[in-house]
């Protein structure tokens, strides 16, 4: 199986910005994507291409 990587950056181009989410739904965001995500590196990348970094500044060490 290949595995593709997605230009994250050409994504954030071709996607619309919308309203800010709830504080509430942020944090759910953040730690969903936590844990799914492959490694600490793998999480600051998907949050930073949300738009959800900052807040927990370790979302992956969560409570």
Known sequence: ??????DLTALGE????IDPVAP???????????SRAGDRDDCRLLLE???LVGG???PVAGP
């Open 24 to 34: 509430s739904l942020q944090d759910r965001v953040r730690r969903l994507v936590a």
């Open 49 to 51: 291409a949300l738009g």
């Open 14 to 17: 071709n996607v619309e910005r």
């Open 56 to 58: 927990d500044p370790d």
């Open 1 to 6: 199986m290949t595995v593709t990587r997605r």
